[in-house]
């Protein structure tokens, strides 16, 4: 609690502490996520994903100097699924640190998925939101790769940045990686390697057939569940930004796109839209997490393993048995 | 009934009518499950990962033919997660169904991440059983990115082929990546572009401090669920292979290296311990799911609008709520 009240006050070792609880989702998290929530609802989220080796976590870093520059606080959420044994937290960080650190306007976390398989979501979700009830203008969250994380990832901020490089293997496997439906600005970083031209043509055309897929599929999305993206393509052109991070070039124009976006989804209503999304994704997650918990405990370890054995002996299917669990609840 | 009956007969027409389903998580799935479970368990699941622009999927169908060069059956489930939108399929596949299509004893079959967050493991579990009642000998998963997806698929597979290729981005990207920890086989494909052995020695060294890592962690990963990875790392030498898949060199020796792993696991007892922790893991994904399902149905439009309004007005956090849904079950 006074961890809490600390943390409000933008105490950076509080903040710390938190984040550290909001990973392991620990009880005393529970209890400081409803004053920290009734604090949040103010920073500005954005997601920066692409494939490894595009250089995100440079832009990234980058991009929160610019952010610095306009006097706004920047925290940065390294998302690093990498591993679930390693912890996250590699060399690349290290080096971002060391340009960024000294600067009390600046926080970093890295997040790992540890072995919580479906548990990025959350905890990303509940370290944006500490950051968020601190008082950061600005929540980077960048995350690794192509998957199922990007789509997550899409669903806890305003705005997403999709970073690609020239010469990433061919075209195919770019425009198969295929996130650029949840593209709201396209970023080619390493602007100065060969190809660039190509890439950015391939990704102008491969980028305009799939918006046509996204609307063709609207109906589908819908029935799959409460998650279907805000319908706002229609009023925003998606720009192709070039940079090459790692010598300053073009991140003013990358930063501007990012405000415009923000002025476009404030002006449109797209903005309280987006988070009563995110709100109600983050709270069907807790509920699929808790309701198994919930299951865990109240079966010991004796009927696990029984139900278990009834499982490996082939008596009854995976489905079946979960299906006859929830109805004796 | 007849159309299950069809499958195990490997009748082609039922059995894509089946992945359908499977892909759907339509309720004739579940009944189709409890008959289609109990002539699964002898496929060998084999997933085959790596970031983008590494060749996976040419790699995979050249695998896939060196498979049938021993008169195997190969099944091959391509998990595109790329968009919750486009429903999958790209150009990718339609090369790779050229060289493979009129094989009778190949079953080529995308599946798409859709709009359903958290369900590629379920739909890919439930196709990998398809596949496996109706008698495929190899099973070949696919899976774009380094995301949490991979950790999924890694505890669906009895083999896991992580494929890397030479200068894709700087090393600190490809190991932060890092899906070298679930990696069995390690495979550079594109051998013959310039940076091979550079990219051969950061794998060499980052495999070896990342498996240091796994050993040091495991107490942690254990208690974060039943997800623990089998322990068999003592006994098995992750072999680092190089190929260049696109004019077939190097195939053999991984096709190799996968029949020797699965020597390996079944002569150490690894490979009914993989399969006891598949299913524990298949069952709690369905759990957590068919929790979700039933308090849906629980709850009218009405009632979950006004719990959602809660929310919105932040009168109380998503964990609050959900943690009050579940006490009151």
Redesign the interface.
């Known amino acids: 609690v006074d961890l809490v009240q600390k943390a409000l006050n933008n105490d950076r070792l509080a903040i710390a502490k938190l984040l550290t609880l909001a990973e392991s989702q620990d009880a005393g998290?529970?209890h400081a996520?409803?004053i920290?929530?009734?604090h949040?609802?103010k920073g500005f989220r954005i997601g920066i994903t692409g494939?490894?080796?595009?250089?995100k976590?440079t832009l990234t870093a980058k991009l929160a100097l610019a952010f610095r520059a306009l006097d706004k606080t920047v925290a940065i959420i390294a998302v690093?699924?990498?591993?679930?044994?390693?912890?996250g937290a590699?060399?690349?960080d290290r080096?971002r640190m060391r340009e960024l650190s000294g600067d009390k306007g600046i926080f970093i976390r890295s997040m790992a998925?540890?072995?919580?398989?479906?548990g990025?979501?959350r905890t990303t979700?509940?370290a944006a939101m500490v950051f968020d009830a601190a008082g950061f203008d600005i929540i980077l969250i960048e995350?690794?790769?192509?998957?199922?994380?990007?789509?997550?990832i899409a669903?806890l901020v305003h705005t997403v940045l999709v970073v690609e490089?020239p010469g990433?293997?061919?075209e195919?496997?770019?425009?198969?990686?295929?996130?650029?439906?949840?593209a709201d600005i396209l970023v080619i970083n390493k602007a100065d390697l060969p190809g660039v031209l190509r890439t950015e043509n391939a990704l102008m055309s491969a980028f305009h057939t799939?918006k046509k897929?996204?609307f063709r599929?609207?109906s589908?999305?819908?029935t799959?569940?409460s998650?279907?993206?805000v319908k706002e393509d229609e009023g925003w052109q998606v720009p192709i930004l070039r940079t090459i991070a790692l010598s300053n070039e073009g991140l003013i124009p990358v930063r501007e796109a990012i405000l415009s976006h923000q002025t476009y989804l404030l002006e449109n209503g797209y903005w309280s839209e987006k988070?009563?999304q995110r709100?109600?994704?983050?709270?069907?997650?807790?509920?699929?997490?808790?309701?198994?918990q919930?299951?865990q405990q109240m079966h010991s370890e004796a009927e696990q393993a029984d139900?278990?054995r009834q499982?490996?002996e082939?008596k009854?299917?995976?489905?079946?048995?979960?299906?006859k669990?929830?109805e004796s609840?």
């Open positions: 998290f529970l996520s409803s920290l929530f009734q949040s609802g494939a490894p080796g595009t250089g976590s690093d699924p990498s591993s679930p044994f390693s912890g590699l060399l690349g080096i998925s540890r072995g919580a398989l479906g990025i979501a979700a509940d995350t690794v790769g192509a998957g199922q994380s990007e789509v997550e669903a490089s990433l293997g061919d195919i496997q770019a425009i198969k990686a295929g996130i650029l439906e949840i799939s897929h996204a599929h609207h589908d999305v819908e799959t569940g998650h279907a993206p988070e009563k709100l109600r994704f983050e709270f069907e997650e807790h509920l699929r997490e808790l309701f198994f919930h299951w139900l278990m499982l490996y082939r009854i299917s995976p489905q079946h048995l979960a299906l669990q929830v609840e």
